[in-house]
């Protein structure tokens, strides 16, 4: 069965949503047991009725595209994968893995193709994190691995030189390094004013740091000991692929040919642009990468044409702001 056809697993999501807002998450079970007849008092019959009658519009969307798949197959992008994600307003398609810069490019492809193929259907599609101030953010998870030239996979260890999370140490670096300059990162994976919803959302990481198979983190490793990748969970919709692909990469090499170690304490995702913006400016690697004519008319750009028209209204009510924003956007 389709995960997406799976109301059981879209139920388990929202128990699951409802712990993280727990403070304290509960972990252990007498902490389960008290928490979940919590949940229950919150309106679980409201939450199952809705997934009740969504079905009809789940059956029509995998319809929908499975026959958009079978298109993009033909355009050289493999699918793996489409279900909803975090409910019925947003879906999650999972892109085959590749090399270099055609990930950017097949990333660009599908966006432009899917946006084409749903206006013939007579549909709109929008990337934007949020709706209303009720909605579970959107965001775009991008996958990593790192490989020898021999083709083995050289984010795992040597022997018994094995590092913390089963990692070697080209991984381990490479991953320090993305917490180390990932402050910088975020101008490119969340780049507009609105992407910041997302980011305080309890869905979405707080802090740059990583662990094995955990959602809350920013970087989460996956996969298995023998073939190990790791998610970057950071990134809005509307970030440029090709910048988050480029600046990952810049941060990671910069993380090996340093040696670098995880930072102590964590550093936390910043709050909003102007101060990702800055901190972009500051991170002399990353602006180093990237070409300092690139950062310096990105960081222009969003200042003058994309912070200042939208804050020049004064303040305003987050209901008022979000109106704002989508018709900006």
């Given at each position: 069965?389709?995960?997406d056809?799976?109301?059981i697993?879209?139920y388990?999501?929202?128990i699951?949503?409802?712990?993280n807002?727990f403070?304290?998450?509960?972990?252990?079970?007498?902490?389960?047991q008290?928490?979940i007849p919590q949940?229950g008092?919150?309106?679980n019959?409201?939450?199952?009725?809705?997934?009740?009658?969504?079905?009809a519009?789940?059956?029509?969307?995998?319809e929908?595209f499975?026959?958009?798949?079978d298109?993009?197959k033909?355009?050289?992008v493999?699918i793996?994968?489409?279900?909803?994600?975090s409910?019925?307003l947003?879906f999650?398609?999972?892109?085959a893995?590749?090399?270099?810069?055609?990930?950017?490019?097949?990333t660009?492809?599908l966006?432009?193709a899917?946006?084409?193929y749903?206006k013939?259907?007579?549909?709109?599609?929008?990337?934007?994190?949020?709706?209303?101030?009720?909605?579970?953010?959107l965001?775009?998870h991008?996958?990593?691995?790192?490989w020898?030239?021999d083709?083995?996979?050289?984010?795992v260890?040597?022997?018994s030189?094995q590092?913390?999370?089963?990692l070697?140490?080209?991984g381990?670096h490479?991953l320090?390094g993305l917490c180390?300059h990932?402050p910088?990162?975020?101008?490119?994976?969340?780049?507009t004013?609105?992407?910041y919803?997302s980011?305080?959302?309890?869905?979405?990481?707080s802090?740059f740091?990583y662990?094995?198979?955990?959602?809350?983190?920013c970087f989460?490793?996956k996969?298995?000991?023998?073939?190990p990748?790791?998610e970057?969970?950071q990134?809005?919709p509307?970030?440029?692929?090709y910048?988050?692909?480029?600046s990952?990469v810049?941060?990671?090499?910069?993380?090996?040919?340093?040696?670098?170690?995880?930072p102590d304490?964590?550093?936390?995702?910043?709050?909003?642009?102007?101060?990702?913006?800055s901190a972009?400016?500051k991170d002399?690697?990353?602006?180093?990468?990237?070409?300092?004519?690139?950062?310096?008319a990105?960081?222009y750009t969003?200042?003058?044409?994309e912070?200042?028209?939208?804050?020049a209204g004064?303040t305003?009510?987050?209901?008022?702001?979000?109106k704002?924003?989508?018709a900006f956007?």
């Open positions: 069965m389709s995960p056809l799976n109301l697993e879209h388990l999501d929202h699951q949503r409802e712990l807002r403070q304290p998450r509960p972990t252990k079970a007498l902490q389960l008290r928490a949940i008092a919150n309106g019959m409201v939450i199952i009725h809705r997934l009740l009658r969504s079905m519009n789940r059956c029509q969307a995998i929908l499975l026959e958009f798949m298109n993009m033909n355009m050289g493999l793996k994968s489409v279900q909803t994600d409910g019925p947003g999650e398609m999972t892109c893995p590749c090399d270099g810069i055609l990930t950017g490019d097949n660009s492809r966006r432009n899917l946006e084409v749903l013939t259907k007579g549909y709109e599609i929008s990337y934007l994190s949020i709706f209303s101030p009720n909605t579970v953010p965001v775009q991008y996958n990593f691995s790192l020898n030239s083709g083995t996979n050289a984010m260890p040597i022997e030189a590092g913390p999370n089963g070697s140490d080209m381990r490479f320090n180390h990932g910088a990162l975020t101008a490119f994976a969340l780049p004013l609105h992407c919803r980011s305080v959302s309890k869905v979405c990481p802090y740091d662990g094995c198979n955990d959602r809350s983190k989460r490793l996969g298995n000991e023998d073939n990748l790791f970057f969970r990134p809005s509307q970030a440029n692929p910048l988050v692909f480029a990952v810049a941060a990671g090499i910069d993380g090996i040919n340093r040696k670098l170690e995880m304490p964590a550093l936390p995702v910043p709050g909003d642009l102007p101060s990702a913006l972009l400016k002399h690697v990353v602006m180093e990468a990237m070409g300092e004519e690139l950062v310096n990105f960081v969003k200042t003058t044409h912070i200042e028209p939208l804050m004064g305003a009510s987050d209901e008022e702001m979000l704002r924003e989508m956007y």
